[in-house]
């Protein structure tokens, strides 16, 4: 049975100059009896001592996690004023006062109604007050005290995480920080060893340990490798009570994975690699891939590969593939299957990122032997060089050798080469070219002035295998002979003034040459042979490729002669020589005193007063203006004369309307449709005729179709038969056409020249009953007999 005490704590208060203490009371179940009360009257302020407290304590102390069934028992107050009378009533407030605490108002018991968590609460704080249940007043001023719970270890240690992820370095030393698990008791760390946690490992032995006191993690085991285990899952138990008998416990789970190092070097699994590639590879082409293992993974698992020795060493190249750590045999050079078969490499893979703590374990690399055969391919001819660059005069002959091309078959067959030229490159076909031996020969005459270098391509293929081929470009030069003459730079017409004297400048002349000259052009200038001592002036030869004309005498008439035409001979110093005779042409104008040209006109002065431009200008658009009036009255009397072709229904006057329209004979299909003759049900409706108003807008009335032709049926069946039996008929399907007339027309014929053969007279009375169009025959033909009778 547990026993609970009490402390009365005793306070004293009095003058601040003067102080009184008593020392605590003994620790009992209960109230002191008789305490020492000083009385001192209220309502004296003059007094020097204030009465004493009746009744004081400190606290109580109460455990937790009562189980018991009834209520758990507090403590008891009293006070000395209670006398036992039951006068005195107790008052209890504060934190939990009658809802956990609760108070015997006449005995002054408190009780807890209810179990109690230290880790939920562990100070309550209350007030307590007797009052005279009479007057309602307090008897004693209100004392605070305080219940304290007292903790029992009802809390296991818990980890802040359920579950660590940590990591450490493969091959670590022993005793490496892993990680530190940290774990939380909740009971109170200053009563007992309820919240004192040790930590112990119950899993991950002998690889890991941790340290009691703090939690850290350490490895245990020396030279643990990635490769043979990565993962280890690690449990971890925190015990409270320092781990004695009977104290709780919490665990957590620990993975911890080993990271790699780059422990492991770079091993190729073969000794040796072969590989084959056709002749034709390109340059840059990929052969094949080699990969040296390695157990390492990430950056530590990087390759590098390089070519160290070999006789293809500068035909091949070795590149790595960063994403898949494999080398690349690439081909650096073009390939000859004649020349060279078979090439052997030294490769070696190596690691970039090499840790120094573990060269012990050695050379972080490997070499591998690469055989390379290459493959014979059927190849195109292959000419002696890239280009042709060939020279030809421009005045050669046709069919002229100009050079020569060659190619050869590099395969081991030599198979014989045909020589061709791509006209795409020679549309005009200027040039030709041997099939057998490349001579390239012109076909037409070359023109250095018209063009000055040809552009083609020769192609060369195997005669066995034409689509084995290969091109070269030829370009092809035309040089320069001197075989144009030179001509005046631009047309001469120059002017000489009346009042001129002699030996006056008129004009100065140069010549230019199409002809290329190295050494620059040098022209010679001369009059005519034939003019050149009668001639009314002079040239001088500059010698610098230019000339000037002068006047040989003083005065020229211009109403005696008004132009002169002055032959110039042009010759050049080059080899031939070419010469040309250009002309001048020099006017003979009217000048005023100070040589400047007024008139070259002969009629000027014969007309003095002519007209100005201006003038002329003015007449010319009057001109024009006239004609164009004319031409637009021409038009618009053209259209008045024009008169409709279609004749008003109510036109009946006594007019002879002239078609002059001929029939179109057997392919005019609107005047007789050959459709009928094959079915003479298929009759079209009465085409009306488009130059002409139609009569009636009713549709002509359909004559009865004769149901069986034998006539027309006879009539083809005969010529059918006809034509398939002459033996001068095509051989070929023709078209035969037949223009069957039939019997003749039931109102038998119109023409007038079978009249003549006839001796009786006609009668053209039903003329009248033809309607107003043939009332002028009527008259005219119904007259014939009262002239006869007259």
Partial sequence: ?????????????????????????????????????????????????????????????????????????????????????????????????????????????????????????????????AINKKTGRPVEPESEFIIKIHDINDNEPLFTKETYNASVPEM???????????????????????????????????????????????????????????????????????????????????????????????????????????????????????????????????????????????????????????????????????????????????????????????????????????????????????????????????????????????????????????????????????????????????????????????????????????????????????????????????????????????????AVDKDDSFGGHKFSFSLAPEIASSSNFTLQDNRDNTAAIFTRRNRYNRHEMNMYLLPVVISDNDYPIQSSTETVTIRVCACDQRGKMLSCNAEALIHPTGLSTGALIAILLCIVILLVTVVLFAALRRQRKKEPLIISKEDIRDNIVSYNDEGGGEEDTQAFDIGTLRNPEAIEDNKLRRDIVPETLFMPRRTPVVRDNTDVRDFISQRLKENDLDPTAPPYDSLATYAYEGNGSVAESLSSLESVTTDGDQDYDYLSDWGPRFKKLADMYGGADSDKDS
Avoid at 347 to 363: A, I, K, M, T
């Fill in 1 to 129: 049975m547990r026993t609970y005490h009490c402390f009365w704590l005793l306070f004293w208060i009095g003058h601040p100059h003067q102080s009184y203490s008593t020392p605590l009371s003994e620790r009992t179940s209960s109230f002191p009896e008789n305490p020492k009360i000083l009385d001192l009257s209220r309502n004296n302020r003059k007094e020097l001592h204030r009465p004493k407290r009746s009744w004081m304590w400190n606290q109580f102390f109460l455990l937790e996690e009562y189980t018991g069934s009834d209520y758990q028992y507090v403590g008891k107050l009293h006070s000395d004023q209670d006398k036992g009378e039951g006068s005195l009533k107790y008052i209890l407030s504060g934190d939990g006062a009658g809802d956990l605490f609760i108070i015997n108002e006449n005995t002054g018991d408190i009780q807890a109604t209810r179990r109690l968590d230290r880790e939920e609460k562990p100070v309550y704080i209350l007030r307590a007050q």
């Fill in 172 to 510: 670590s030393d022993v005793g490496t920080f892993v990680v530190q698990v940290t774990a939380t008791d909740a009971d109170d760390p200053t009563y007992g060893n309820s919240a004192r946690v040790v930590y112990s490992i119950l899993q991950g032995q002998p690889y890991f340990s941790v340290e009691s006191e703090s939690g850290i993690i350490k490895t245990a085991l020396l030279n643990m490798d990635r490769e043979n285990r990565e993962q280890y899952q690690v449990v971890i138990q925190a015990k409270d009570m320092g781990g004695q008998m009977g104290g709780l416990s919490g665990t957590t789970t620990v993975n911890i994975t080993l990271t790699d190092v780059n422990d492991n070097p770079p091993r190729f699994p073969q000794s040796a690699y072969q590989f084959k590639i056709p002749e034709s590879a390109p340059p840059d082409s990929s052969i094949g891939r080699i990969k040296a293992s390695d157990a390492d993974v990430g950056q530590n698992a990087e390759m590098e590969y390089s070519i160290i020795e070999g006789d293809g060493s500068e035909m091949f190249g070795v590149i790595t593939d960063k994403e898949t750590q494999e080398g690349i045999i690439t081909v650096k050079k073009a390939l000859d299957f004649e020349k060279k078969r078979q090439f052997t490499l030294k490769v070696e893979s190596s690691n970039p990122h090499v840790d120094p703590r573990f060269l012990y374990l050695g050379p972080f690399k490997d070499i591998t032997t690469i055989r390379i055969v290459v493959e014979d391919v059927d190849e195109p001819p292959v000419f002696s060089r890239p280009a042709y660059v060939l020279e030809v005069k421009e005045d050669v002959q046709l069919n002229t050798v100009i050079g020569t091309v060659t190619a050869r078959d590099p395969d081991i067959a030599k198979n014989p080469i045909k020589y061709s030229v791509d006209r795409h490159t020679d549309m005009d076909r200027i040039f030709n070219i041997d099939s057998g031996n490349g001579s390239i020969f012109t076909s037409k005459l070359l023109d250095r002035e018209t063009l000055l270098w040809h552009n083609i391509t020769v192609i060369a293929s195997e005669i066995n295998n034409p689509k084995e081929s290969s091109r070269v470009p030829v370009f092809i030069k035309v040089l320069d002979v001197n075989d144009n003459a030179p001509e005046f730079a631009m047309f001469y017409e120059t002017f000489v003034c009346e009042n001129a004297k002699a030996e006056q400048l008129i004009q100065t002349l140069s």
